[in-house]
């Protein structure tokens, strides 16, 4: 794909230098607001208040669009905040770190337009690409372990506070009328981090359960193939990208046949994203308490983020991503998931007081969505010994 070339304001006109600023600006809102739906051109110059020929003149399409705005409008938004982060996990006191948290629990415009992007991003080749160009230095910098500079715990912690800042970041879009006080979180975590635990040897169970197909309950092979070929496809292309025709294809279904059970896509995926979030929850915590059960609370936390990270499952955090994605902008999507997943975090949470209890939910739903986040960006991070800060954490 042919990337627009950098905006050089000696060389343009005045005019089009403008249309560039006020066109990133719409992006950005649009971005935050609709999510990539909003990023379609008609929908950006409307906002604009643009014709749509400046976009056509300046980009090709919307992942060019897209790369521009993060190049030139986002970076520069997130990196500071991800590394306010890292540097308060080695300040002298949680506070820094409850600040630094607050910036991606209560996110600017910015700050959730580079979130939809970072999310796109998996399933957009050239999106990904340039994200990487930006971010991957840092990233290196923090998670990279090295000889006499950073030891293998201390990427560990920051890339512990890197997840739980970009998962806040998610669940700060999906649920913003949640009003969650981090304080007592951000004390509990920085003190963790001061543990300086030492690394232990983590036993070698696998998630077995992420590696075979879903079963998503209907107790019909052709139906099972067709919602299977649904979140597949989803998570290969994106679900944009993924075509009713192209689903149908997958799934050996015309399109007739797959109208027959559902009147659109949405109804179709919305289906598949309930069935899958029962089914990926259940396993998922029957497969931690075995764990803990059999050694600690904080070495099967450090397990069960292994296992979400470990190389070979990409397509299934891609379908993770898209469905967080897609319920940030869809009120039935995210009820359809929370219907699922809620009740079983609260029962987890069931000794605690009310306030105690949103708190364990929401920085649990928060880790969970930003180790996927972080693996997707930094393939390296699934081989880092997280249990330093589950076990700090557990009191193990």
Not at 139 to 162: V, Y
Not at 215 to 241: I, M, S
Not at 359 to 375: C, E, K, P, R, S
Request: with cysteine.
């Amino acid at each position: 794909m042919h990337m627009s070339q950098p905006s050089n304001a000696s060389s343009r006109p005045l005019r089009a230098v403008r249309n560039d600023a006020v066109i990133l600006e719409a992006a950005t809102r649009l971005a935050a607001a609709e999510g990539w739906s909003g990023l379609l051109f008609p929908r950006v110059a409307a906002d604009a208040g643009l014709s749509i020929r400046p976009l056509h003149e300046r980009f090709d399409d919307r992942e060019s669009l897209a790369a521009d705005l993060w190049r030139l409008r986002l970076v520069s938004e997130i990196v500071p905040a991800l590394a306010n982060v890292v540097a308060a996990i080695h300040g002298n006191g949680p506070e820094a770190l409850d600040e630094a948290l607050q910036r991606f629990s209560q996110p600017s415009i910015p700050l959730q337009a580079a979130s939809e992007l970072l999310m796109v991003a998996a399933t957009s080749p050239d999106l990904f690409a340039g994200v990487r160009a930006d971010l991957g230095g840092h990233l290196d910098s923090w998670l990279s372990p090295r000889p006499r500079l950073l030891t293998r715990a201390e990427a560990a912690r920051n890339a512990f506070g890197i997840a739980v800042a970009l998962g806040l970041l998610i669940a700060a879009r999906r649920y913003p009328s949640r009003d969650v006080n981090l304080t007592a979180y951000a004390t509990e975590l920085w003190c963790a981090m001061q543990k300086r635990l030492a690394p232990a040897k983590l036993p070698s169970r696998i998630a077995e359960h992420l590696d075979v197909a879903i079963n998503f309950g209907t107790d019909d092979p052709a139906w099972e193939k067709l919602l299977n070929a649904t979140v597949v496809t989803v998570g290969q292309l994106g679900y944009e990208r993924a075509t009713v025709t192209v689903i149908s294809e997958a799934a050996g279904f015309t399109k007739g046949l797959l109208f027959r059970r559902y009147e659109t896509k949405r109804d179709l995926f919305l289906d598949a994203t309930r069935r899958m979030s029962a089914s990926s929850m259940e396993a998922n915590l029957a497969f931690q308490h075995a764990v803990s059960q059999e050694y600690s609370p904080g070495i099967a936390g450090a397990v069960a983020i292994r296992e979400f990270m470990r190389p070979g499952r990409e397509l299934l955090r891609n379908i993770f991503l898209e469905q967080l994605r897609l319920a940030i902008h869809d009120p039935e999507i995210r009820a359809s998931i929370d219907s699922e997943i809620d009740p079983v975090m609260t029962d987890e949470a069931a000794l605690m007081g009310a306030s105690e209890q949103l708190i364990y939910v929401h920085t649990g739903q928060a880790l969970a969505n930003g180790v996927v986040q972080l693996q997707v960006l930094y393939p390296s991070a699934w081989n880092l010994p997280y249990d330093v800060v589950e076990r700090a954490l557990a009191a193990d």
